[in-house]
């Protein structure tokens, strides 16, 4: 079963502007990830976030940790309509070694 | 260094039969998780191994089991196939508590 819940389900958006995706988690966790999944393809790792950090940089993504809330935002700034994708929140509990994976948010950029 | 490489990329099977998928990780990792991808459920763990041990377990029936190789290489097989076993079976291996490298994916269809 799923561990978290990601809203929106799909979002669409037009090139150069951001896209936030939000992800609800439900336990304690060591770390949380975010993946992109193009078409069916497998995942790709795009930024880990530890459970003492509060936000992260890599490029153009911005992510935020909320742990009282258990939640976190994956912001995509200035988006390119390569960035259109299935995005998803994984955790890493802190009891266990599996990733959980949230239902994922399907993001599409139009040119 | 080459990425994870799961073998074949699709397999067609019929109820009944079994199926054996490969795995290979990244140099150097001994983490291997498996994955089942499908529609409905989303993505959810099957199991992962760690110096050929199995480490933990999804909520999978028995007729899904692996192992791990004294070289990290892993292998999933699924016994008496089901129709709802169709799916995209993805590998997953990481070093430690970072982020973790995917394969592309065995896509495989019970008819």
């Known amino acids: 079963s799923q561990q978290g819940e990601e809203d929106p389900q799909a979002l669409s958006i037009q090139e150069g502007e951001n896209a936030t995706m939000n992800c609800s988690y439900k336990?304690?966790?060591?770390?949380l990830q975010w993946y992109r999944q193009n078409s069916g393809r497998g995942l790709v790792h795009l930024i880990l976030?530890?459970?003492?950090?509060r936000e992260k940089h890599s490029g153009r993504l911005r992510v935020t940790l909320d742990t009282s809330k258990k939640s976190s935002s994956l912001l995509i700034t200035a988006s390119r309509a390569a960035d259109t994708a299935s995005y998803f929140c994984?955790?890493?509990?802190?009891?266990?070694?599996?990733?959980?994976f949230g239902e994922g948010t399907q993001l599409t950029v139009n040119p | 260094k080459a990425g994870v490489t799961q073998t074949p990329r699709y397999l067609i099977k019929t109820r009944g039969q079994q199926v054996t998928l490969s795995c290979s990780p990244i140099?150097?990792?001994?983490?291997v998780s498996w994955y089942q991808q499908t529609p409905g459920q989303g993505l959810q763990f099957l199991f992962e191994?760690?110096?050929?041990?199995?480490?933990n377990k999804g909520n999978f029936p028995g007729r899904f089991s692996g192992r791990q190789f004294s070289n990290s290489r892993s292998e999933m097989n699924v016994s008496t196939l089901e129709l709802g076993d169709s799916a995209l079976y993805l590998c997953?291996?990481?070093?430690?508590?970072?982020?973790?490298?995917f394969g592309s994916g065995t896509r495989l269809t019970v008819v």
């Open positions: 994984a955790t890493r509990e802190t009891s266990g070694s599996r990733l959980t």
């Open positions: 336990t304690s966790i060591n770390n």
């Open positions: 976030i530890r459970s003492n950090e």
């Open positions: 140099s150097g990792h001994r983490s």
């Open positions: 191994y760690f110096s050929e041990t199995q480490r």
């Open positions: 997953a291996s990481t070093q430690d508590l970072g982020g973790y490298t």
